[in-house]
């Protein structure tokens, strides 16, 4: 599977969309917002109060939560800058993602953007701060910007992806594809070799982006990264983050036993995605040594926490499955297109059907969470 062309979040405004389908990633964005906030301030004190701040989201996707940070992290340093007296007069926002992602509709979404910019800056004592949005498509594992052009970076939900599935490295040095029939990533029966391939690959990853990153941003800017973590150091911990590809493998599993797809289609596919854990992470920033931790944590997003209240006269409201309902198109529109290019689509709506099923016996018996990590990092 080649990821960057075949991997989008579901496009447009449609039921199925990303757009309409990320309130686990926005639930991520509440929780993590303070860190975004503190940490942009500490990179305009720090560029000794510039009069134009770049920032730059890395992996915005489409929809209303890029704009949401955006428009969080400028109030933050609008607020900071008139506490300040000084700067910035102009603020920069890249909206960086893969160039198959859906730039169109989040484009789309700008006049509205810059009206409620508008509104809160003749409602507020705000500094009057212009603000230009530029999108940059590419990949956050290789170059994006020009050097020490940055002053902030963020990432929110998008780093756990990998830039390609793992591969085995043979003696000889040569890849071949990961032997991990009947499951779609690391699971308590697959080989170690496959837990050691996405480990590798994730080094591989991370130190690039780390490697990138400090070349564009400024000395003394920071960087707000928070993506899907593992509690444990053993990755095939049965309940621990990687249940939602348990579940996943199970569907896929299930319909290759009723014919619906072929078996050697779901031993051939696994995700180019990984779930480190927190020492992983640091062990990597710190033999790179190019950015020091500021804070570094693991958080629980609990969906039970968004589907507790039921709609007016919804008698037969039930939290568990509106969690269920609620993950199952989140997976649907982050994943559907890797899924498409490797089953072809015929199988998509019987696939989250089952799936959407299994999350619901699921949840049933265990909370409806994922974990997260959050690293605030500061270029030396
Ligand atoms: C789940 S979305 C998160 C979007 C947004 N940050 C949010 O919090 O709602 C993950 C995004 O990361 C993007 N992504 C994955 N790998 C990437 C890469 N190598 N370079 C740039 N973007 C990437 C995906 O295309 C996707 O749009």
């Given at each position: 599977?080649?990821?960057?062309?075949?991997?989008?979040?579901?496009?447009?405004?449609?039921?199925?969309?990303?757009?309409?389908?990320?309130?686990?990633?926005?639930?991520?964005?509440?929780?993590?917002?303070?860190?975004?906030?503190?940490?942009?301030?500490?990179?305009?004190?720090?560029?000794?109060?510039?009069?134009?701040?770049?920032?730059?989201?890395?992996?915005?996707?489409?929809?209303?939560?890029?704009?949401?940070?955006?428009?969080?992290?400028?109030?933050a340093?609008?607020?900071?800058?008139?506490?300040?007296?000084?700067?910035?007069?102009?603020?920069?926002?890249?909206?960086?993602?893969?160039s198959?992602?859906?730039?169109n509709?989040?484009?789309?979404?700008?006049?509205?953007?810059?009206?409620?910019?508008?509104?809160?800056?003749?409602?507020?004592?705000?500094?009057?701060?212009?603000?230009?949005?530029?999108?940059?498509?590419?990949?956050?594992?290789?170059?994006?910007?020009?050097?020490?052009?940055?002053?902030?970076?963020?990432?929110?939900?998008s780093?756990?992806?990998?830039?390609?599935?793992?591969?085995m490295?043979?003696?000889?040095?040569?890849?071949?594809?990961?032997?991990?029939?009947?499951?779609?990533?690391?699971?308590?029966?697959?080989?170690?070799?496959?837990?050691e391939?996405?480990?590798?690959?994730?080094?591989?990853?991370?130190?690039?982006?780390?490697?990138?990153?400090?070349?564009?941003?400024?000395?003394?800017g920071?960087?707000?990264?928070?993506?899907?973590?593992?509690?444990?150091?053993?990755?095939?911990?049965?309940?621990?983050?990687?249940?939602?590809?348990?579940?996943?493998?199970?569907?896929?599993?299930?319909?290759?036993?009723?014919?619906?797809?072929?078996?050697?289609?779901?031993?051939?596919?696994?995700?180019?995605?990984?779930?480190?854990?927190?020492?992983?992470?640091?062990?990597?920033i710190?033999?790179?040594?190019?950015?020091?931790?500021?804070?570094?944590?693991?958080?629980?997003?609990?969906?039970?926490d968004?589907?507790?209240?039921?709609?007016?006269?919804?008698?037969n409201?039930?939290?568990?499955?509106?969690?269920?309902?609620?993950?199952?198109?989140?997976?649907?529109?982050?994943?559907e297109?890797?899924?498409?290019?490797?089953?072809?689509?015929?199988?998509?709506?019987?696939?989250f059907?089952?799936?959407?099923?299994?999350l619901?016996?699921?949840?049933?018996?265990?909370?409806?969470?994922?974990?997260?990590?959050?690293?605030?990092?500061?270029?030396?």
């Amino acid at each position: 599977m080649d990821v960057q062309s075949v991997l989008h979040m579901n496009s447009g405004v449609g039921d199925m969309s990303y757009a309409k389908n990320s309130t686990v990633q926005k639930m991520i964005t509440n929780l993590t917002k303070t860190a975004r906030q503190e940490a942009a301030v500490d990179s305009f004190r720090a560029a000794i109060c510039p009069t134009t701040m770049t920032i730059a989201d890395l992996g915005c996707s489409v929809g209303p939560n890029a704009l949401l940070m955006a428009s969080e992290i400028i109030d933050a340093i609008a607020q900071a800058s008139h506490q300040l007296n000084r700067g910035p007069s102009e603020i920069q926002v890249f909206l960086n993602d893969l160039s198959g992602n859906d730039f169109n509709t989040l484009f789309s979404l700008l006049p509205e953007f810059h009206k409620l910019r508008e509104r809160k800056l003749q409602e507020s004592e705000q500094e009057q701060v212009h603000c230009f949005i530029s999108g940059v498509p590419g990949s956050f594992y290789g170059r994006l910007f020009v050097s020490k052009s940055l002053h902030f970076a963020y990432s929110s939900s998008s780093l756990h992806w990998l830039s390609q599935v793992p591969q085995m490295r043979l003696q000889d040095g040569s890849e071949v594809p990961l032997n991990n029939k009947g499951k779609i990533y690391i699971s308590h029966i697959s080989p170690p070799s496959v837990f050691e391939a996405y480990k590798k690959q994730f080094k591989r990853d991370f130190s690039l982006f780390l490697k990138c990153r400090r070349e564009e941003v400024v000395e003394g800017g920071h960087m707000v990264l928070t993506f899907v973590a593992r509690r444990s150091s053993n990755p095939s911990t049965p309940l621990l983050g990687s249940y939602l590809w348990e579940l996943l493998a199970k569907t896929l599993m299930d319909m290759a036993s009723l014919g619906l797809i072929e078996e050697e289609k779901v031993d051939s596919f696994n995700l180019p995605w990984y779930e480190p854990s927190m020492e992983e992470v640091k062990n990597e920033i710190t033999i790179q040594g190019l950015f020091s931790i500021k804070k570094i944590e693991l958080f629980e997003v609990n969906l039970d926490d968004n589907s507790q209240e039921a709609p007016r006269n919804d008698h037969n409201y039930n939290p568990v499955d509106k969690s269920a309902q609620t993950m199952a198109k989140t997976v649907r529109a982050a994943l559907e297109s890797v899924l498409k290019s490797h089953f072809g689509e015929a199988i998509i709506e019987k696939l989250f059907e089952r799936y959407c099923f299994l999350l619901e016996e699921y949840y049933s018996k265990n909370k409806a969470e994922v974990i997260n990590i959050l690293i605030v990092l500061e270029r030396k």
